[in-house]
C-alpha cells in the first residue's frame, strides 16, 4: 500500500506562485508514472500533468508554460511549480502514482485546496 501526502497549497494573489509537493512512502524511481489532478467546485477532476518513470512530462493545455512537474528520487517526493496563476487554477489539487507494469493501480492523495484570488 503506497501512501500519498500532499502539501504546499494555499491562498495566492493572480499571477504569483506556489510549489506542491506529494511525498510518497514507496520508492518513487519505481512508479509507471506519477501525476498531478485538480478538481474545481462543480466539475470533474483533470489531469494537469505526468511524470514518467524514464523523467518525461507532458502537461494540459491549460497549465502548459506555468507549470512545471519534477521530482526528487531520494527524497521520494514529486513537486509541482506553480507560476502566474490565475483564479481558474483554484482547485483541490490531487498526487495520482500510477504502479504495475500488468495490473495498474492507482494511488491518490488526500489533497490540498489552491485559491487564486486577490
Known amino acids: 500500500q503506497v501512501q500519498l501526502v500532499e502539501s504546499g497549497g494555499g491562498l495566492v494573489q493572480p499571477g504569483g506562485s506556489l510549489r506542491l509537493s506529494c511525498a510518497a512512502s514507496?520508492?518513487?524511481?519505481?512508479?509507471?508514472?506519477m501525476g498531478w489532478y485538480r478538481q474545481a467546485p462543480g466539475k470533474v477532476r483533470e489531469l494537469i500533468g505526468i511524470?514518467?518513470?524514464?523523467?518525461?512530462?507532458n502537461y494540459d493545455d491549460s497549465v502548459k508554460g506555468r507549470f512545471t512537474i519534477s521530482r526528487d528520487n531520494a527524497k521520494n517526493t514529486m513537486y509541482l511549480q506553480m507560476n502566474s496563476l490565475k483564479p481558474e487554477d483554484t482547485a483541490v489539487y490531487y498526487c495520482n502514482a500510477v504502479i504495475g507494469d500488468f495490473l495498474k493501480l492507482h494511488y491518490w492523495g488526500q489533497g490540498t485546496q489552491v485559491t487564486v484570488n486577490s
Open positions: 514507496g520508492s518513487i524511481s519505481s512508479f509507471n508514472s
Open positions: 511524470i514518467t518513470r524514464d523523467g518525461n512530462t
